[in-house]
Nanobody, 120 residues
């Protein structure tokens, strides 16, 4: 079994900062990519940021404000969110492409989501 557990969401005023964390645990052989998506009410889930060993991707709407980082030793991905705006309000989901110990086939895993609310 593989699990992703997020933490760090909450309520913040516009212009403030939050840091999200996501820890992967379980029978993990390797982690290929880790990232963050978000979904606001009435909207589709969208990519916020993603990081592999060779590439980092950000949505245009968060470039310059959000930073994704990974601690591979801890199987953890972080999302530092600065200069938050009301339009950043959403449920944020951790996503990871993980190869379990068995079967050794890469699978997409999702966390349960953490609410981020930015007040104006």
């Amino acid at each position: 079994q593989v699990q992703l557990v997020e933490s760090g969401g909450g309520l913040v005023q516009a212009g403030g900062s939050l840091r999200l964390s996501c820890v992967a645990s379980g029978s993990i052989l390797s982690i290929n990519a880790m990232g963050w998506y978000r979904q606001a009410p009435g909207n589709q889930r969208e990519l916020v940021a993603s990081r592999t060993s060779s590439r980092t991707i950000y949505a245009d709407s968060v470039k310059g404000r959000f930073t994704i980082s990974r601690d591979n030793a801890k199987n953890t991905v972080y999302l530092q969110m600065n200069s938050l705006k009301p339009e950043d309000t959403a449920v944020y989901y951790c996503n990871a492409e993980i190869t379990p110990i068995w079967p050794q086939v890469p699978v997409d895993y999702w966390g349960q989501g953490t609410q981020v609310t930015v007040s104006s």
